[in-house]
């Protein structure tokens, strides 16, 4: 269970959670009790568990904010038999005098006032299975070995470009040649060749960086494909990764954060969890959409708007199987659909005059919900 409703419970516990403390708020709605106290020496949940229990009565709803503790101490309670969610931060309204007077006291307690509520107007979050979120941890880790790598290759032509140096080798056609290539490397040698003795001991230091991340960045990427060929994983990975600019990283990354694809009964509260429904500002006549609300899992938004850099150059919908993968048919079959609308999408608003950053991050917001729709074929042919 993932939501919780005050008018079910007849106390309430709300925990500021630190490394190695909790700061615990209560109410006993029945005997209209409260108390405050504080947890040291890395209490787990059966300590929580056991204080609570001493000054509360009836059926406990205990609650702590999303943070770096991540959700060990609500598997726990849960474990125990207790009902436990996580607030997202984000959703948590704070007054002036909550931000300039901040303790875990009165984080606790403002917790309290929030999960009391009747008309709750914070997000309760997914409490992800533990494999779900081993595998999302190890997609995060990868794409941020990824973007590693992307600065340690910036500040080679950074410090190449400071001393006047820039690469301009181009194809018959006259475009720029790639970079990071065998001929990029070659010419890069020739460059710290002709530099004195300082320069050049800096340049061979800034590439010893790279390869040391890219040796980093191709280890993770070998575990990431390895584990989406795992039984748990594999029929979302083939299936998702038919989808136009999903590959069997960012197919992972889905299913692992998506984790329950059942959870959401729309594709409009889809574009609202990753983060890619159009912000808003409309009071009386007056009404204004801006950017995307970024919110939510950012790395899964990340990687599905730069998996459509390739649209601009795409001539057609389709995209072939690699060899192995065997997508669930219904799946296979909305994967098509899908490819096919989001090629009309784009190229709709590109033909409409938006700009190619706006067509893409349009056609990745409808991207997410294929994925949704893809999973869901997933997860009903594995019911």
């Known amino acids: 269970m993932n939501d919780y409703n005050a008018r079910d419970y007849d106390s309430f516990a709300a925990m500021d959670v630190h490394a190695r403390s909790i700061t615990i708020a209560t109410l006993d709605t029945v005997t209209g009790e409260s108390a405050l106290g504080r947890l040291g020496d890395c209490p787990g949940a059966a300590e929580v568990l056991s204080w609570v229990g ?42 002036q005098k909550q931000r300039r007077q901040k303790t875990d006291a009165v984080d606790a307690r403002a917790l309290l006032n929030d ?22 941890d190890l997609c995060r880790l990868w794409r941020r070995s990824v973007d590693d790598l992307a600065g340690a290759r910036q500040a080679v032509s950074s410090f190449l470009l400071g001393r006047g140096i ?8 006259g475009n720029l040649r790639s970079t990071w290539t065998r001929a990029y490397g070659e010419w890069l040698d020739a460059s710290g060749a002709a530099m004195c003795a300082a320069d050049a001991a800096i340049l061979a230091s800034l590439r010893d960086r790279v390869e040391s991340r890219e040796d980093y960045a191709d280890r993770l990427r070998a575990r ?20 136009l600019g999903v590959g069997p990283e960012t197919a992972l990354l889905a299913a692992a954060e998506f984790d329950d694809f059942g959870r959401f009964r729309s594709g409009r509260r889809v574009k609202n969890w990753v983060g890619m429904a159009p912000t808003e500002h409309s009071s009386g006549e007056k009404g204004a959409r801006g950017g995307i609300t970024k919110g939510g899992p950012s790395c899964l938004r990340k990687c599905i708007i730069e998996g459509l850099s390739s649209m601009p150059t795409r001539r057609t919908p389709s ?5 192995g993968q ?45 994925i949704w729709r893809v999973g869901l074929e997933v997860q009903a042919s594995l019911a």
Do not use: M
């Not at 999960?115 to 999302?136: D, K, N």
């Not at 390895?226 to 989808?243: A, F, H, N, Q, T």
């Not at 079959?333 to 706006?358: I, P, Q, T």
């Open 115 to 136: 999960i009391c509520s009747l008309e709750r107007e914070f997000s309760w979050c997914w409490v992800p299975s533990p494999e779900a979120e081993q595998a999302r």
């Open 326 to 370: 065997e997508p669930v048919p219904d799946a296979l079959r909305v994967a098509r659909e899908g490819n096919r609308r989001l090629f009309e999408r784009y190229n709709s608003l590109v033909d409409a005059g938006k700009g190619a950053n706006k067509a893409k991050v349009a056609t990745a917001a409808e991207e997410a919900c294929w």
């Open 54 to 95: 001493a000054h509360t009565t009836g059926r406990t709803l205990f609650a702590y904010e999303s943070g770096p503790t991540k959700f060990d101490l609500c598997r726990g309670l849960r474990e125990l038999g207790q009902d436990c969610g996580v607030a997202a931060v984000t959703t948590l309204a704070r007054s």
């Open 224 to 243: 990431v494909v390895g584990l989406g060929r795992e039984e748990r994983w594999r029929p979302y990975v083939d299936s998702i990764s038919c989808l």
């Open 166 to 173: 820039a690469w301009n080798e181009r194809t018959p056609d």
């Open 319 to 323: 995209k072939s199987l690699r060899k």
